[in-house]
């Protein structure tokens, strides 16, 4: 379904974006008002919210540009030696610019 | 120390202040994206008030992003909210893992609070809870400073242009994503989390390659959750082995 443009009309498709993302904002939390936390609910919960960011990042690391993925590497390994998380960052993006610089 | 436990979903002025100065620093690379957006934007053929409402309203960076290519003087209005959906879907997971505290609060104040969550500070905010402190906080706090960063970077882009015409150059790109993955492996670490993160990563990867676009977050973290609940189950642990045995 298409439909032209006018000022109206955009007016209308942003306002229905803006409830589309609102309907998922919300819907997570509607829905689970309907079950239940029982410890083996609790434990889906706790193990998805690390993979939302795993599954969020792995198509960057795996089919990124090679900057994305030095940036990703060089944090992963500044994270797990030295444990301090804005250093870890600094380094991945500085790794990304430096790439891409030269 | 069940006292501290049971109030970690308590929400006051002082800890959303605290969660706006925690989320700032990384706000200024959203507002730079913010930039990036608007000026991409205005070369889409959008009005400036459009890229503004836009902004202000749907607040999704990687969508709104997304919904350029299909800007025209005709509007395909289903593939569009399709697509802000597939993109967005993955809200639907991070307030289900909210909820174990959100449903504490009051109605009004349970989804006023999830009307700014982000990757951000919807991470940042099940961070602090892991650390056994209150993270709505940060989930609100630091969602109303990446909002503001969101709508002034936007509006920067849309009025000045070029601020920063080549964020990529400097790796502000990255920024987000790195940020995602330190906080990643800033969590504890076990065999039962390894299992998890690999059987998301697997399944994110194969959905990125073989199933309809921007549907990878969603069927990752699926995979990984049902992956989390097996292990866990068979990993005894004292805290499964304790609590499992009075549940059954």
Redesign the interface.
């Known amino acids: ?5 006018t000022t109206l ?3 209308g ?6 409830l ?14 309907f079950v239940p ?4 609910v ?19 690391a ?2 990124g540009d090679t ?2 993925r030095l ?2 590497l060089t ?2 390994g500044v ?2 030696v030295f ?1 301090k ?1 804005l250093l ?2 600094a380094c ?6 430096l790439f ?2 030269f | 120390m069940a006292v501290v436990g049971s109030e970690l979903y308590r929400l006051n002025k002082l800890l959303v202040w605290q969660g706006f100065k925690q989320l700032a620093p990384i706000g200024m690379f959203v507002a730079a994206f913010g930039a990036a957006f608007g000026l991409a934007a205005t070369q889409a053929g959008l009005a400036d008030s459009t890229t503004l409402t836009m902004s202000m309203l749907v607040f999704t960076g990687t969508a709104q992003f997304a919904i350029l290519d299909l800007w025209g003087p005709e509007l395909p209005l289903f593939t569009i909210l399709l697509t802000v959906f597939a993109i967005n879907s993955r809200h639907l997971l991070m307030g289900a893992t909210l909820y174990p505290w959100l449903r504490h609060l009051p109605p009004a104040q349970r989804y006023g609070v999830m009307l700014v969550v982000s990757d951000a500070n919807w991470a940042m905010a099940m961070q602090t809870f892991n650390r056994k402190e209150p993270g709505l906080g940060v989930l609100l706090g630091g969602g109303i400073a990446l909002w503001l960063y969101w709508v002034l970077g936007t509006w920067l882009g849309v009025y000045f242009g070029n601020v920063i015409s080549n964020p990529k150059a400097f790796g502000i790109d990255m920024v987000m994503a790195c940020f995602l993955l330190a906080l990643v492996l800033d969590t504890q670490k076990s065999l039962s989390t390894f299992i998890t993160w690999v059987v998301a990563a697997t399944a994110s990867l194969l959905a990125y390659w073989y199933l309809p676009e921007n549907s990878h977050v969603i069927v990752g973290a699926l995979a990984g959750g049902i992956a989390g609940t097996m292990v866990i189950d068979k990993t005894p642990t004292e805290e499964s082995l304790g609590e499992e045995k009075n549940e059954h």
């Open positions: 379904m298409s439909i032209e443009a009309s955009i007016l498709v942003i306002i229905a974006m803006a589309v993302t609102l309907a998922t904002r919300w819907g997570g939390v509607y829905a689970m008002s936390i029982r410890p083996r609790q434990r889906f919960i706790q193990a998805m919210s690390g993979s939302v960011l795993v599954a969020l990042l792995a198509p960057m795996v089919a900057a994305a940036a990703l944090t992963a994270m797990l444990k998380p870890a960052i991945g993006v500085v790794a990304a610019a891409r610089y």
